[in-house]
């Protein structure tokens, strides 16, 4: 019998974390399902972890030389028998009743095609924190069971949480996750084109669980760098999409919102290496997109007293460090 639900797991440098990922699919409240696990990269350890599970026909093993995220979760689309492919990063989490209370909506509503939920985020020294997805990039004005997601919601900055069930059909239509575009985040590709074309509906309920790793990649300057890039170029090739004033303005307001944020991000960098000149280019960058209060004191910190500033600065990064470890979501490769 063919599996109801495919999840698509591209798996690199994360051979600690992937055996957890693998549980939560097998803790499934519903057994309709495979899970493909694309080991990324031909790590023996790999797969010996994955090995320990093989003996269950639902899971799958792949191993292929590193062809980066994308290349992964292709690789896993091409063998997934499933009706609704859902990628699962190989450091996450689903919670038990995922499958069901997606699966139950594609099943009695087939004019749906997608369904997008909501995550816990958690870190192994903390565990779950309060803040949910959503909310951590600035969304989460769908409360209600069931809204429908729009291209205007996606263009908005209102991008849902990477796993999500997607009905085939729809996948293909979209080319998820090999849209053939450089130097863009698949993930936002993926929804600005289902949002455009495909009916798709947000359940508010935190139906996952988005590790926030302290070893990640997601904290290097030049991969954060190119993810920002990445980011706001999807959101440009974006405009292709919108066709009335309320959408080209929605996106206007988020691309500079999102360019705001990066000239922010880039002067605080440069200020703890001591590169006060390019702090100071980079804070005069975010005031002229938004004279906003936080712009201005930045600005001002790095043009009046910077020494100051460098003295209280540490107290203040650590009582921000686990909101600003969100921002880079999936700029690791694993």
């Not at 191993?63 to 995220?69: A, I, K, L, S």
Request: charge should be neutral.
């Amino acid at each position: 019998m063919e599996p109801t639900f495919s999840f698509l797991t591209t798996a690199y440098r994360t051979e600690d974390y992937v055996a957890e990922t693998i549980e939560s699919v097998l803790a499934q409240d519903r057994h309709d399902w495979e899970h493909v696990i694309v080991d990324n990269g031909m790590s023996d350890d790999m797969a010996r972890v994955v090995g320990r599970y093989l003996s269950d026909p639902r899971i799958i093993l792949l191993r292929q030389e590193n062809r980066g995220y994308t290349g992964g979760v292709s690789a896993a689309a091409e063998v997934a028998r499933g009706r609704y492919l859902c990628v699962l990063d190989s450091d996450d989490h689903l919670m038990p009743e995922f499958c069901t209370r997606t699966g139950s909506i594609l099943e009695s509503r087939p004019e749906v095609d997608a369904v997008a939920v909501d995550a816990h985020l958690f870190t192994d020294a903390e565990g779950l924190l309060p803040m949910g997805y959503m909310r951590s990039i600035g969304a989460g004005k769908h409360q209600r069971e069931c809204d429908r997601l729009s291209l205007l919601d996606v263009l908005g900055g209102e991008v849902p949480y990477y796993t999500a069930a997607v009905r085939r059909e729809a996948w293909r239509a979209v080319n998820a996750y090999a849209s053939g575009i450089a130097d863009v985040d698949e993930s936002v590709i993926i929804w600005l084109r289902l949002a455009d074309r495909f009916e798709v509906r947000l359940l508010p309920d935190r139906l996952a669980r988005y590790r926030l790793r302290g070893d990640s990649d997601s904290r290097d300057e030049a991969t954060v760098s190119t993810f920002e890039r990445q980011l706001i170029r999807s959101f440009q090739i974006g405009a292709a999409l919108a066709t009335s004033p309320e959408e080209y303005a929605a996106l206007s307001e988020n691309v500079c919102k999102l360019r705001y944020n990066q000239c922010l991000r880039r002067a605080r960098s440069a200020f703890l290496r001591n590169d006060i000149p390019a702090a100071r280019s980079a804070a005069r960058d975010a005031f002229s997109l938004r004279p906003s209060l936080r712009a201005a004191v930045a600005l001002t910190s790095v043009t009046v007293a910077p020494g100051a500033t460098r003295v209280l600065y540490p107290a203040k990064q650590r009582l921000s460090g686990a909101a600003s470890r969100v921002a880079a979501r999936l700029s690791t490769a694993n």
